[in-house]
């Protein structure tokens, strides 16, 4: 169920000082525009609020949005979690054993080979085309400290911060395209120069959980442009008639420059073993390679990367899918009910974002009641009155919605 989405004004953010510009295309406070930020001292990071410092980052960013908040940082003792979007749920046997397994095998160093021959087997690539990191964060960092020749990072936002907080800590000036909340956060290729030589946009997108068609992403591949489509939630997406996940470019060979960013930490619930993968060129990973730590993906996470490249474990993926899609249209139907809550474009993944006059004072109270919520003003191109929820289970769903409309009542 969609529902009808009040576009406010997106947060702008003032370019750094020190850096130049340069002409650019903005139409206003209410609507989307080309930002570019100079690099911050470290990763972008947060200002202790009042529910705790986000971990993990050297500062805050100089020029706007706490990049280095993640929705982790919300939950706390007690709180039901709706922040942070990791399935939680018993394990299979078959992700398990092997992983349990694994640990009688820690005195030897990680052999990555089985587990790259596995993700690659799955995606129909050679292995040469796969390197597996320490989550999907991990490519991030690898690609901002691999592309050092970059002349023009551009980020298309809102999503996740990381992949500027990365570009940021690695030097590089960062252009923003901030898509329009009144457009549903649709992606128009044409937003994004023509002379960017390095582009990073989700999808499906964190935190719009808005699914960007196939064909748009590949129209932004060109030759002399390394493009970067995070997919860490496209095995949580489903379309009628589609046996595989829709809009995915994993199994692209034919795009230049395209470097796809997977995670297995959402479905399987594995955040904390860090295990993600790239998928792209073999000239353009052994490069990333180089930069790559020795050793950085432990046996555990190898062994949980072979499980989940199965096929047995690729149907399992498709049934979770299946079955979230159905408690997201529920999660959608009761937040479209609630008076003055407007759910963001049509969404596709693990959370939906809705627009709510006052969110920042909400979200305070809804602590206060016992659930964790991910606030929307740490993302580029959102601000205050925006707010992130996780799709659980339906009880889950209607005890936070019953809770939410007594605080709008109140």
């Avoid at 960092?141 to 551009?154: C, I, N, Q, S």
């Amino acid at each position: 169920m969609r529902a009808h989405l009040v576009p406010p004004p997106p947060t702008r953010d003032e370019p750094d000082a020190t850096v130049e510009a340069g002409p650019r295309p903005d139409p206003g406070p209410d609507g989307p525009g080309l930002d570019r930020a100079g690099p911050g001292p470290g990763q972008a990071g947060s200002a202790p609020g009042p529910d705790g410092p986000a971990l993990g980052h050297d500062g805050p960013a100089p020029d706007g949005p706490d990049l280095g908040h993640h929705g982790d940082a919300e939950v706390g003792d007690g709180l039901v979690d709706l922040a942070v979007n990791v399935r939680r749920a018993p394990m299979p046997d078959w992700l398990a054993d092997p992983i349990t397994a694994a640990l009688g095998e820690l005195a030897a160093y990680p052999d990555p080979r089985s587990a790259r021959a596995a993700v690659a087997a799955r995606h129909g690539r050679p292995p040469e085309e796969v390197l597996l990191t320490a989550g999907a964060a991990e490519g991030f960092v690898l690609l901002a400290r691999a592309m050092t020749g970059a002349r023009r990072p551009v980020v298309v936002h809102p999503q996740f911060t990381e992949p500027e907080a990365a570009l940021r800590a690695a030097g590089h000036p960062v252009e923003r395209v901030l898509l329009d909340p009144a457009d549903g956060f649709r992606l128009d290729p044409a937003r994004v120069p023509a002379d960017a030589d390095l582009v990073m946009v989700g999808n499906p997108t964190n935190p719009t959980s808005v699914l960007h068609p196939a064909a748009d992403l590949a129209a932004l591949a060109r030759p002399g442009r390394v493009l970067v489509v995070d997919e860490a939630f496209a095995d949580t997406t489903v379309a009628p008639g589609v046996d595989g996940e829709p809009e995915s470019l994993a199994a692209r060979r034919d795009l230049p420059g395209l470097v796809v960013v997977r995670s297995l930490t959402k479905t399987w619930g594995l955040a904390g073993l860090r295990i993600g993968y790239l998928l792209g060129e073999a000239p353009l990973l052994a490069r990333l390679a180089a930069a790559q730590p020795l050793w950085a993906v432990s046996t555990p996470a190898l062994a949980a990367a072979t499980a989940c490249a199965s096929p047995a474990a690729v149907a399992a993926e498709r049934a979770i899918a299946a079955e979230l899609a159905a408690d997201r249209d529920h999660l959608v139907s009761r937040l479209s009910a609630l008076p003055g809550v407007r759910v963001a474009g049509r969404p596709a993944s693990a959370f939906v974002l809705v627009h709510l006059p006052g969110a920042a004072g909400v979200r305070q109270r809804l602590r206060e009641r016992g659930w964790a919520v991910r606030r929307g003003d740490t993302f580029p191109g959102l601000g205050a009155d925006w707010l992130r929820v996780a799709v659980r289970d339906r009880a889950t769903t209607d005890a936070f919605a019953q809770v939410l409309a007594e605080i709008l009542e109140a």
